[in-house]
C-alpha cells in the first residue's frame, strides 16, 4: 500500500514507518527531498534488513501457531458435541448402528483433541520463539525512532552525513550485538524487572538540551505518531471482527447455559408430576428428553466458554483500544506543543508508551492458550 506523502493520515502501511511497505521509502525521500540528511536517518537499510529477519521469523512461527490452534478447537468442539448428542440420543433409549459409529467417532476426536493439546503444550517452544522474534523486531522499530530523540547524533547528521551513518552503525552494531544477541534473557528480564524499562531507552535520550529540530519533529509526527495511530485504527478495524467472534461465542455460552438451567427445571417438574400421575406416560417421556436436551447444552456452553477463554479475545480487543485511546491523546497533545521543549517531551512520551506497549503485548500472548 502506497504512503501518501501530502495525506499520510488517510491510509495505513504495515512497516511503512521504516520505509518497507511497497512505495513507503520512495514517499519519505520525496517529502523530504531537501533534506538529504533527514532522508539518511528515516531510512535505516542496515536495521531493516536485520528487522526483516526478525519480522519473517515472527510472522512464520504466528502461522504455525494459529494452524495448530484453529485445528485443536475444532476437533476438540466436534468431539464433544459429538459426545453430547451420544449421550443424549441413549438416555432417549435410542440405540443401534448410527449411535454407535457416533460414539465411536466422539471418541476417536476426542482422542485427537487431547494429543493436539499435548502438541501445543510441545510447541511452547514455537510460542516462545515467535514472542522473541517479534520482541526483537519491536526492538529494532524503537531502536530507530530513538536515534531521532538523540540530539548529538542528530545534530551530527545536520553537519556531517558520512560521519553519522558511521556513529550510528557502531552504536547498531552493539545494540545486536548485546542485547539481540541473548533474545530471550533479554526479553524475561525485562519483563521481571520494572526498572529495566529506562534502560531500554536509546542512550543518548535526553542529552540535548533543547527540543528537536522544527523538520525532525515533522519527521517523527509522521511517521512515527501519525502512523502509530493508523496502525491501531485497523487493529481496532480487525477487532470488530474479534470482538463479533467473541460476543457470538460469549452470548452462546451464556444462552446455552440458561437454557439448559431452565430445562433442568422443566426436568424436575415434569418427573415429579409423573411420579404423582403414573398413569401419564407421556410425563416420564418428557422428563427423559428434558434430561437429554439439558446434558446437551451444558456441553455446547462448555465448548464456548473454552473457545472463548482460550483466545482470550477480550484481553486483546482491551489492547487495541487502550493504544488507541494512548495515541489519540497524544496526537491531541501535538496541537498545542509549539516549542521545541514540548515536541521533546512528546517524542519521549511516545517512545515509553511504544515500551509499555510492547510489554503488554508480550503478556497477553504469552498466556493465550491458541491463536487466531
Given at each position: 500500500?502506497?504512503?501518501?506523502?501530502?495525506?499520510?493520515?488517510?491510509?495505513?502501511?504495515?512497516?511503512?514507518?521504516?520505509?518497507?511497505?511497497?512505495?513507503?521509502?520512495?514517499?519519505?525521500?520525496?517529502?523530504?527531498?531537501?533534506?538529504?540528511?533527514?532522508?539518511?536517518?528515516?531510512?535505516?537499510?542496515?536495521?531493516?534488513?536485520?528487522?526483516?529477519?526478525?519480522?519473517?521469523?515472527?510472522?512464520?512461527?504466528?502461522?504455525?501457531?494459529?494452524?495448530?490452534?484453529?485445528?485443536?478447537?475444532?476437533?476438540?468442539?466436534?468431539?464433544?458435541?459429538?459426545?453430547?448428542?451420544?449421550?443424549?440420543?441413549?438416555?432417549?433409549?435410542?440405540?443401534?448402528?448410527?449411535?454407535?459409529?457416533?460414539?465411536?467417532?466422539?471418541?476417536?476426536?476426542?482422542?485427537?483433541?487431547?494429543?493436539?493439546?499435548?502438541?501445543?503444550?510441545?510447541?511452547?517452544?514455537?510460542?516462545?520463539?515467535?514472542?522473541?522474534?517479534?520482541?526483537?523486531?519491536?526492538?529494532?522499530?524503537?531502536?530507530?525512532?530513538?536515534?531521532?530523540?538523540?540530539?548529538?547524533?542528530?545534530?551530527?547528521?545536520?553537519?556531517?552525513?558520512?560521519?553519522?551513518?558511521?556513529?550510528?552503525?557502531?552504536?547498531?552494531?552493539?545494540?545486536?550485538?548485546?542485547?539481540?544477541?541473548?533474545?530471550?534473557?533479554?526479553?524475561?528480564?525485562?519483563?521481571?524487572?520494572?526498572?529495566?524499562?529506562?534502560?531500554?531507552?536509546?542512550?543518548?535520550?535526553?542529552?540535548?538540551?533543547?527540543?528537536?529540530d522544527p523538520e525532525l519533529w515533522e519527521a517523527y509526527r509522521w511517521l512515527r505518531l501519525e502512523h502509530q495511530q493508523r496502525h491501531w485504527g485497523a487493529k481496532l478495524s480487525r477487532d470488530e471482527t474479534l470482538a463479533g467472534a467473541e460476543a457470538l461465542m460469549r452470548g452462546a455460552g451464556h444462552t446455552c447455559l440458561q437454557l439448559a438451567v431452565f430445562v433442568m427445571v422443566v426436568q424436575v417438574v415434569l418427573y415429579a408430576i409423573s411420579l404423582a400421575m403414573p398413569a401419564v406416560s407421556a410425563l416420564e417421556s418428557g422428563s427423559i428428553v428434558a434430561s437429554a436436551v439439558s446434558l446437551l447444552l451444558v456441553v455446547l456452553s462448555v465448548v464456548f466458554r473454552a473457545m472463548d477463554e482460550g483466545l482470550g479475545f477480550s484481553r486483546e480487543a482491551e489492547h487495541y483500544a487502550k493504544m488507541s485511546l494512548v495515541y489519540i491523546g497524544i496526537l491531541g497533545r501535538t496541537h498545542g506543543a509549539v516549542d521545541a521543549q514540548a515536541q521533546a517531551e512528546i517524542m519521549q512520551s511516545v517512545e515509553q508508551w511504544a515500551m509499555t506497549e510492547l510489554k503488554d503485548f508480550l503478556f497477553i500472548h504469552a498466556h493465550a492458550k491458541f491463536l487466531l
Open positions: 500500500m502506497m504512503l501518501d506523502a501530502s495525506n499520510a493520515g488517510s491510509v495505513h502501511s504495515y512497516n511503512g514507518d521504516l520505509g518497507l511497505a511497497a512505495g513507503s521509502a520512495e514517499a519519505i525521500r520525496t517529502r523530504f527531498a531537501d533534506r538529504p540528511w533527514l532522508i539518511e536517518m528515516l531510512i535505516d537499510e542496515e536495521l531493516n534488513s536485520v528487522f526483516l529477519r526478525y519480522e519473517d521469523g515472527a510472522k512464520g512461527k504466528k502461522r504455525q501457531l494459529r494452524r495448530w490452534g484453529a485445528l485443536t478447537l475444532a476437533v476438540a468442539g466436534i468431539g464433544l458435541i459429538g459426545a453430547g448428542v451420544e449421550l443424549a440420543l441413549r438416555s432417549l433409549d435410542v440405540n443401534g448402528r448410527a449411535v454407535d459409529h457416533l460414539g465411536g467417532i466422539s471418541s476417536s476426536l476426542s482422542f485427537l483433541a487431547t494429543v493436539a493439546a499435548i502438541w501445543l503444550i510441545w510447541v511452547r517452544k514455537t510460542r516462545k520463539q515467535w514472542l522473541e522474534n517479534r520482541f526483537a523486531a519491536e526492538r529494532l522499530r524503537q531502536w530507530h525512532f530513538q536515534t531521532l530523540l538523540d540530539g548529538p547524533l542528530c545534530a551530527l547528521a545536520m553537519r556531517d552525513v558520512a560521519a553519522f551513518k558511521a556513529e550510528r552503525r557502531l552504536r547498531f552494531t552493539r545494540f545486536v550485538g548485546g542485547e539481540l544477541s541473548q533474545l530471550s534473557g533479554t526479553m524475561q528480564t525485562w519483563l521481571s524487572d520494572p526498572q529495566r524499562d529506562e534502560e531500554m531507552l536509546h542512550a543518548g535520550i535526553g542529552k540535548s538540551t533543547g527540543g528537536p
